[in-house]
């Protein structure tokens, strides 16, 4: 049975790098288990790696699959008996793709609703390093990450980053993009790599209700749009017989309008 000794009885083991960080399918890098004291009266030492003891100084990460193996370097010694050390590694993968995708139908969107975008990770490790970012043009969102077991899983995973947006007029033409970065710590790469979705761009309408009333021919026509308009959409008047009545009503979200310069009706 290994255990781990109190700081009155240090294990006389030392690991060398004492962490690593490394790359799926990178560079083969080792690490050295080492005795602290020539005079440890030492009975056996290897590495323990899921249950199996490798009797060698080095112990070399396999980075196709040590996503979980939680190394340690463990000893018997005379008087002191059993004792271990752990290796702090971490295997890390970057996402295979980062998209975005939206819950609702991009064109049917419109000022005061809400609208869910989602962010998708695809096969990250571990997903407990991933920091997911998102930009509306240079402002940041806060996600939301439906995943319960983030910080369990160590393996490859998707992951999935929600945000919910109250839409308004300066949503119309904004540009979304979603990030995934891995936070390594001081062992890992720096700067912290990370993946940019390809920007996502909505347009929003405006629902708008007005009337107005136009004379033409000495005839007096009150006429009433309702709709859903683009927030472009203007109403010319160009007609010299036509001339354009003050609104009565007009929403918030529409910028300007004016009368069709040759229509009586809508």
Request: charged share 20%; with cysteine.
């Amino acid at each position: 049975t290994l255990r781990s000794t109190d700081a009155s009885q240090e294990c006389p083991i030392e690991i060398t790098p004492d962490r690593m960080v490394v790359q799926y399918q990178g560079a083969i890098q080792a690490a050295t288990c080492k005795l602290t004291s020539s005079n440890s009266n030492l009975i056996e030492r290897y590495w323990q790696v899921e249950n199996n003891k490798i009797y060698n100084e080095s112990w070399y990460v396999n980075t196709r699959k040590d996503w979980d193996s939680r190394p340690v370097c463990a000893g018997t010694f005379v008087g002191l008996g059993a004792c271990h050390k752990p290796l702090n590694l971490t295997l890390y993968k970057m996402p295979d793709s980062v998209f975005i995708s939206p819950v609702q139908n991009l064109s049917s969107l419109v000022v005061g609703e809400e609208l869910q975008l989602q962010c998708h990770i695809i096969h990250v490790a571990p997903a407990q390093n991933l920091v997911v970012r998102w930009y509306k043009g240079n402002d940041t969102f806060e996600p939301h990450i439906k995943d319960c077991d983030i910080s369990v899983v160590r393996s490859p995973k998707n992951v999935l980053s929600t945000i919910t947006i109250t839409l308004d007029r300066k949503h119309n033409g904004a540009e979304f993009r979603c990030e995934a970065q891995m936070d390594l710590g001081p062992e890992g790469p720096q700067p912290p790599p990370k993946n940019m979705s390809s920007p996502l761009n909505i347009t929003v309408r405006c629902e708008i209700t007005f009337t107005f009333a136009a004379q033409h021919s000495e005839k007096l026509f009150e006429q009433k749009l309702q709709g859903i308009y683009m927030l472009s959409v203007q109403f010319y008047c160009e007609n010299m017989h036509l001339q354009c009545a003050q609104r009565l009503f007009l929403s918030s979200c529409l910028r300007s309008y004016q009368l069709n310069s040759d229509r009586t009706t809508p």
